[in-house]
């Protein structure tokens, strides 16, 4: 499922393409990838919208228009791609096609986990979501206070996107493997010393894929059509059995809340 580098690596490619441009035509293929409103209403309703903006929330791409929000969400094996209008589509599963123009932005989504949704307002619609990590607000203090009585896996509560918007599985396990800390800790029992390190470990592990423009597993692919780079670069996620990057002993795999977690038993105390 793309997490927050990968949406934001879609959100930026999607900003150079689309901003200013109107959409012309709308071609639902698959009305269960529309959330809201009914097919027949998100048709008429994006007709002749301009688009204003195109930003990230979460795991969410947000195309900003004149009146409304457009939301996409990727889920397993969404894509987001813009190709030229007049160029025959090979791809197997469009779900959704916008035409802007010259351009058409395509919906491509293998197993229809994927939904669109033409909000309202987009703030409003996502309220329930924690702030961003790079949130000014967001300091070691904030997430200790937050997670004082939270007894459950630290990994879990970072997965929780209550508490942090857009963090998934993969960078979940980096990013506690760069901070030292085991994923079965409670949270409540994690130092203030400990959370410093781990907001220091849950920027830099996300800046760093978005320098690499994600992480292609199977899926991902950006707005272009290209694969991400930082598949390369992971030093535990998927990596059961091979040395550390840190100390050279093995990558375990364990499961915590129904996932695979990857760690090591050495360095993650």
């Known amino acids: 499922m793309p997490e927050l580098p990968e949406v934001e690596t879609v959100a930026r490619g999607l900003r150079q393409h689309l901003v200013g441009r ?10 269960g990838s529309i959330a809201t409103p009914c097919p027949e209403e998100f048709r008429a309703r994006l007709l002749g ?8 929330r979460g795991k969410f791409i947000v195309i900003g228009l004149q009146d409304s929000d457009l939301l996409v969400h990727l889920r ?3 894509q987001l791609l813009v190709a030229p209008a007049d160029q025959v589509c090979s791809l197997r599963h469009v779900r959704v096609a916008l035409t802007l123009g010259d351009l058409r932005l395509l919906f491509n989504d293998a197993r229809k986990f994927g939904r669109m949704a033409l909000v ?25 206070a937050r997670s004082r009585n939270r007894r459950l896996p630290i990994k879990s509560l970072l997965l929780d ?10 960078y979940a396990d980096e990013v506690l493997h760069a901070a030292c800390i085991a994923p079965g800790r409670l949270a409540c029992s994690l130092s203030y010393a400990e959370f410093e390190a781990l907001l220091a470990a849950l920027r830099s592990e996300l800046q760093r894929a978005i320098a690499d ?26 990596r059961e059995g091979q040395p550390c990057p840190r100390c050279g002993r093995p990558i375990v795999r ?3 809340g129904g996932r695979s ?3 090591c038993p050495h360095c993650q105390k």
């Open 120 to 144: 309202p307002s987009a703030v409003e619609w996502l309220a329930a979501l924690g702030p961003e990590p790079f949130d000014e607000q967001v300091t070691a203090s904030t997430l200790a």
């Open 213 to 238: 423009r994600g992480t292609t597993l199977s899926d991902y692919r950006d707005a272009d059509g290209q694969s991400g780079r930082h598949q390369q670069a992971l030093r535990v996620y998927g």
């Open 76 to 78: 397993m094996t969404g």
């Open 161 to 170: 996107q209550r508490f942090v918007a857009g963090v998934g599985n993969i």
């Open 261 to 263: 977690s990857y760690h």
């Open 49 to 56: 919208q301009q688009v204003r903006a195109v930003d990230r």
């Open 254 to 256: 364990i499961r915590l």
């Open 22 to 31: 109107t959409i012309t035509s709308v071609e639902v293929y698959c009305e």
